[in-house]
């Protein structure tokens, strides 16, 4: 797809990025460490969470693993997916980008605290 | 219950969207049912829902993502262009959807609208009869595409019709502010709602009269090709004789009224190449009588030389016809007396309305001043100049006063004013205010 859909990238695929550092996650738990990460402010909807799905797994920034059951959620199978070496990459230079974000805030006197 | 309508609303989802996803979804849905429980809880899963909905929507539908390979046999649909709609190509589709519309509108409207051509109702018959340009019957016409005028069209009528005005008008500044007026109310889009050719013609003609005070100024329109400017054409001339022919020569009416006064109505001064027999024969048809009446309230002009040959019936001797179409210091006589004429000293009256025109116009002027005869009726409309007939293309052209004659009479011409009646009087009334006066005249004889 010419298109870049993900340049500027957007939060909701940053937050699922962040919420697959750690854990491999279905789209129930993406959802729910997403909404976790954030206090509750983002609660990912199955539109909005399945379609950035699909554009970060064509960007190959996630992968789908094999799909299982998850034993908290009843003998569903669901499927599971992990963050890419790209997808980390990208991940950690978002996050760097935030941070110069918060490094010039706090120079304008915008944002006060400690340096990060 | 619930799942239900979620699957429902799923639907407004394309549908590669939820070949892939579709499941997925349902099933988050379902955990989040499974685990959101309680008034509040639900009230907010919906709500996210909605959101959700109203903000992943339109970009699914906005940005397809790539198909996955369809399996298990199910039908699926795969878009051969997969880059998404641009929104310059929603414009110009949404425009070109409205001009389509709008075309069916007006073709639908204009369906129902044809009119046959009607009678012109001025100094045309000037220009017509001399040129020999008939006009198609009604029986012959058909709604041809000609018939309707584009903006591009009117631009370019407009533009001829201004161009024509200040080379031709006999004033210039009159022209040239004819012309301007034309031009100005073209800018101001005042034409725009004439989309035929006899009303855009109609308007043209009522908006040069009105900035030149000169009714004989006219755009004309005709369905049928306009005769080339090579002159008339042996069809057109045989057309012509064909019509005169079929018309007795517009001579309406000869008859005797009470007290042997003669009555003579005749609505146009045809050519005398195709129509002198028919005028001397009506001429001698009321030979006999003590007056002469001319009904010319329906009179609308034509061929100087049936003024100069009606006239000479009225004079013993040549008489000179001043004829303000001929811009020429060479004397015009009638051919009188004419043989046999016994009217030449009889109480001659003209009966007028506000369409005479022209040739009418000119015979009525010069019998007064001439103290020949006696008009009875209403000013005449005022159409002097001689107009010839200018051809802009194959559907229209238009009448301009191009000469002005030097009048004998050193009176102001009639072509604005018209001719004054003697006697003022309704054209409805003339003509027995004519027979009374003749009937006077005749007693006191």
Redesign the interface.
Known sequence: MPRQKLNPLPSAAFQILLALAEDDLHGYGIMRQVAEQTGGRMRLGPGTLYSSIQSLLEEKLIAEVESREDARLGNERRRYYKLTSAGRKLARSEAERLADLLRVARAKKILRGDHV | MSEKIYARL?RL?PSR?RA??GD??L???R??M?DETGLFPRL?LWL??L???L???P??HR?P??VPAAGGGAPSFELLE???LRFGSLVFGGALSMAAFGACSFLINQAGRYQPLTRPSSGLENAAALMAIDEPTPATQAPGAAAEVDSVERHRLVEAAAANLKQYYVDRAVGLKTAEALLAHQMRGDDNTATDGQSFADLLTAQMRDASHDNNLVLVFSRDPLPLPSGPSPESMARYRQTMAEQNCTFQKAQILPHNVGYLKFDSFPEPAVCEATARDAMASLNNSDAIIFDLRDNRGGDPEMVMLISAFLFDHPEYMYNNRENTTERLWTRSPVLGSRLADKPAYILTSSHTYSAAEHFSYDLKMLKRATLVGETTGGAAHSGAFHRIDDHFGMGIPETRAINPFAKADWAVTGVEPDVKVPAADALAAAEKLAKRRLRRR
């Open positions: 799923l989802y969207f892939a996803w997925e979804a099933q988050l849905f955990d989040r499974r907010r996210d829902l959101v959700d909905l903000v992943s929507l970009g699914e940005h993502h790539q997969p880059a998404p």
